[in-house]
Nanobody
Framework: VQFVESGGGMVQPGGSLRLSCVAS????????MSWVRQAPGKGPELVSV????????YYADSVKGRFTISRDNAKNMLYLQMNNLQPEDTSLYYC?????????????????WGQGTQVTVSS
């Protein structure tokens, strides 16, 4: 199982970025997928989850209304559109496969992670 994230960078507050993740080594269309971020000195934060068909999603309260998760199963691609970025969004963003999901209870577990792409929001 492998993931390669891209699209990170430095942006000013209020700016936008689109993260991409290409997956390989498993049947991508069978799995929920997620984006997780981790800022220096902090624990990982689950940002967003999407189900295999792309119809069910979860967003952390901190990003709801600003971030949009999507996927292209034909291309084994996962995306995260991030708008109105703020300094508190500065983190290393990881693409991760979901091994357990309950959208009603908002409980999720990840089993494989990528190497991450850095997002820095600063003026």
């Amino acid at each position: 199982v492998q993931f390669v994230e891209s699209g990170g960078g430095m942006v000013q507050p209020g700016g936008s970025l689109r993260l991409s993740c290409v997956a390989s080594g498993f049947t991508f269309s069978n799995y929920d997928m997620s984006w997780v971020r981790q800022a220096p000195g902090k624990g990982p934060e689950l940002v967003s989850v999407i189900n295999p068909g792309g119809k069910e999603t979860y967003y952390a309260d901190s990003v709801k209304g600003r971030f949009t998760i999507s996927r292209d199963n034909a291309k084994n691609m996962l995306y995260l559109q991030m708008n109105n970025l703020q300094p508190e969004d500065t983190s290393l963003y990881y693409c991760a496969r979901v091994s357990y999901s309950d959208y009603d209870l908002k409980e999720y577990e990840n089993d494989y992670w990528g190497q991450g792409t850095q997002v820095t929001v600063s003026s």
